[in-house]
């Protein structure tokens, strides 16, 4: 398939949606920005454009899409989410919240491994586009890949939207196992641990487990999990240095979006009752219910059990 050149609107001009910006610029394509706080309306900035990129915080997915519903798009016209989220009052995905506004286009999910400071350095990195609509998720394919950013396709949206999304509750985990200097025998086995919890809650809401073995489920993970590029990272950190919750988001640049994707994660796992231990304990330690020794003390101490019988049917 040759996309010839096309034109791109971002919805979001932080750090995310810039870097996916300068992936269509660099390929040729017209690439217009647009923000709440801009000048530009929303209208003028979505005209004749045949794909729509979201990269808003998940917050400002719900209103962003009540502005464009409100205009005249037509019906093949490609929404692509690349927001990692839970929305905390109806508990949907971005890209469950788009097909509800928009039924009749294609919706796609971007997720994967992306750190956006090191896409806008340039260096290598791999994504994975994911729809029912195969042929939209295709388009996106052509028009983001280059020789520095791999794009994959599969049909689990909902698989490589809640890996990019899970993961980040994981990293806040991860960012306390480092910042208490627990070694990398402790780390290795959280991330063990933490990818049956992500696929156990992901195939309750109807993902497919195998999803999870992929750059939006284990490789985002690995990402997230090991590097202080990641603000959820850090705030697992800052924790485990006893800060204080609002100081450390204070000195973040951006949206920890993994504080708001545990507290709706607690919800849907009280509700559906899915046992999420790790999960858990960093609720409750966001919460300053505990402290993180207490914490990672909590997770030494669970019942022991076979391995595997996590992934069993």
């Not at 016209?77 to 097909?99: C, F, H, N, Y």
């Not at 497919?208 to 697992?236: K, M, P, Q």
Request: hydrophobic letters at 40%.
């Amino acid at each position: 398939m040759n996309i010839p050149s096309s034109i791109v609107t971002i919805l979001g001009t932080g750090v995310w949606g810039s870097a996916l910006g300068s992936i269509a610029l660099n390929n040729q394509h017209q690439v217009r920005f647009w923000s709440h706080r801009g000048k530009k309306t929303l209208e003028s900035l979505v005209k004749d454009a045949p794909i729509i990129i979201s990269a808003v915080s998940m917050k400002g997915v719900i209103p962003t899409s009540e502005k464009l519903r409100s205009l005249d798009i037509p019906q093949d016209l490609i929404l692509v989410t690349a927001t990692k989220g839970l929305d905390a009052e109806t508990t949907r995905t971005p890209s469950q919240i788009w097909q509800t506004a928009f039924p009749d286009n294609p919706v796609v999910v971007l997720s994967g491994p992306n750190l956006s400071q090191e896409i806008v350095q340039g260096l290598p990195a791999a994504t994975v586009v994911a729809s029912h609509d195969l042929t939209a998720a295709k388009v996106v394919q052509e028009i983001l890949a280059s020789d520095t950013f791999r794009v994959y396709v599969n049909e689990d949206p909902i698989g490589t939207e809640l890996g990019g999304t899970l993961k980040n509750v994981i990293a806040i985990a991860s960012g306390v196992c480092d910042g208490m200097k627990l070694g990398t025998n402790a780390k290795a086995a959280l991330l063990t641990r933490a990818l049956p919890e992500m696929i156990r809650i992901g195939t309750h809401l109807g993902a497919s487990g195998e999803t999870f073995f992929g750059l939006s489920g284990l490789g985002d993970l690995i990402a997230t999990c090991d590097s202080s590029l990641s603000r959820n990272y850090r705030v697992g950190y800052g924790l485990a240095q006893h800060k204080n919750l609002e100081q450390i988001l204070n000195d973040l640049e951006g949206t920890a979006e993994g504080i708001n994707t545990t507290n709706v994660l607690i919800k849907i796992a009280d509700l559906e009752e899915i046992a999420v231990p790790i999960a858990r304990q960093v609720h409750r330690l966001l919460r300053g219910k505990i402290s993180p020794e207490e914490a990672i003390q909590a997770l030494m101490e669970r019942d022991l059990k076979p391995e595997f019988c996590d992934l069993e049917p």
